[in-house]
Every structure is written in C-alpha cells, then in structure tokens.
C-alpha cells in the first residue's frame, strides 16, 4: 500500500492498461510510459514523484531514476508552457544549428535549461531527435518545425499562445 497518492485516479488507471501490455515478471518496461503519465499530471519529474511511479511499479526506485535522467523527455525540474528541444546533434550541427541556437536565446533571453520570466518557454538542447533530413530542427510539445531560420522561429513563436 503506498503511503501517499501522487497522481490522480486517470493517470493510475493510464499506468494499470501501461502495465497490462507487458508480462507480470516485465513490469519494469512499462517505466517509461509511467513517467511519461507523471510528468503530463505534474509538468515536472521530482525525486519524490520518481520514487513514486518506481512504487506504483514495483521496481526499485533506482530503476526509475536511470530512466528518468537518461532521457531528454523527462523534466527533472519545472518547465514552461512550451518546451523547446533544439536538436545540436551532427546533422543540425552541420546545418546551422549554432545560428538557431543564438537566435533563440537572445531572442528568449534565456540559455539552456533555463525557463523565461512570463513562464512561457523553456529551452532544452537535445540529441538526434531523428528528423536530419529537415536540420535544423526543434521540437516544441509532440510537433516538429524543421529546416529552420530566424524568420520561421518568429512566425512559430508568435504563433503559440
Ligand atoms: S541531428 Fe538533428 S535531428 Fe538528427
């Protein structure tokens, strides 16, 4: 029995149909959609929330946080309205990334990791995010804005509420 309910009954039931695709002795491999469920209910990963998913799971806690700090989905702390992933890997890299890279934190004036003022955006570097063939590229939520400039980021960021 856990000791205190971090999530809600909907995420709960979203992990329980999560744990239902894998063998009873597998439950490990339904970790990473729980944290996905947790940090969609909290915006952000915290140790206690980690420990918890671990719980809800049945694995050590230890599982949990090898997952959750090896991925770039995961937010181990609190992030803005929008999340920008900007990809920096080879492809970007040889496609101009850098020039993205500066737009955008001066544009923001925020660096890496760190989240705007107003709370808006957060900006994230990310490894191959598996779109090269339209590098440079971001991600913002679940869309992806490929072959980007300047002009393109405004248009996209003025475009988010
Ligand atoms: S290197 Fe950027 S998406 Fe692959």
Redesign the pocket.
């Known amino acids: 029995m856990l000791d205190k309910v971090l999530l809600s009954d909907a995420s709960l039931q979203e992990i329980d149909n999560e744990l239902d695709k894998y063998p009873k002795d597998r439950r490990q491999s339904a970790l990473l959609a729980a944290l996905r469920i947790a940090q969609e209910e909290h915006n952000w990963l915290s140790d206690e929330l980690i420990e918890y998913v671990a719980e809800v799971i049945g694995v050590p806690p230890v599982r949990a946080f090898e997952v959750a700090t090896f991925y770039s989905m995961y937010d181990l702390k609190p992030v803005g309205r929008h999340k920008i992933n900007v990809?920096t890997?080879?492809?970007?890299m040889l496609r101009g990334c850098d020039q993205i890279v500066n737009y955008l934190q001066n544009k923001l004036g925020i660096g890496f990791g760190e989240t705007t003022a107003d709370g808006k955006f957060t900006l994230k570097e990310v490894e191959?995010?598996?779109?090269?063939a339209g590098?440079p590229?971001m991600q913002i939520g679940r869309d992806y804005y490929e072959n980007l400039s300047p002009e393109k980021i405004d248009t996209i960021l003025q475009a988010l509420p």
């Open positions: 990809c890997n080879i492809s970007c191959c995010l598996a779109a090269c590098a590229m």
